[in-house]
């Protein structure tokens, strides 16, 4: 009985040993695999982002160096919508001077030369006048015979019409029975920036 005793203890402390050298073979291949398998996961991370960083940088240089395919324009024409044509501005109101005169009526050439300062009219059928201005609208005119009046000057509006261009106003000074009284008055016209039209008027009988 003892030696049987004996026997099975001697079988047990053999099989723990066993066990025991068994699980020291076997932890340690267990530990370098996964070990192992670690690292290269780690080397194959490390790669890959080493080598996408170097892609990437690669890809972007090369959008900056190469130029960029040009983009078809369309070659279609597209008409413009017609602007509407602007209308013309009425025309202002214009000194008109040299409107039709009647056969009565002569233009005075500038000076006096040919005539003396104080020489009467030619007879007692001619006289001088100013027109200091011919309008189309007879408002316009008495707003010159205003002004003429508030720098001391009388003047009148004589309306005359013309074939095919209508009515006409114009602002008229005298009649002066010498060229001097002319002169005077008309130097004042001048000084207001008119440039009037010296005239000598046959009177009719």
Sequence with gaps: ????????????????????????VGSPAWLMFVAGLGLGLFVALLVFLNTGERLNLGSGLKSLIEPRPATSKDTRTVKKPQQPTALPKPAHPKFDFYTVLPEIESVLPNGVSEYAPNQHAEGKDVSYVLQAASYARSADARKLKDKLWRN???????????????????????PYDRLNNLDRDNQKLIALGIYAIRLKVAKSH
């Design 152 to 174: 001391g000057l009388t003047s009148r509006i004589e309306k005359i019409s013309i074939e095919n261009r209508g009515n006409y106003y114009r602002v008229r000074l005298g």
């Design 1 to 24: 009985m003892v030696q049987k005793k004996r026997k099975r203890t001697k079988h047990k402390q053999q099989a723990r040993r066993k066990t025991k050298k068994t699980g020291a």
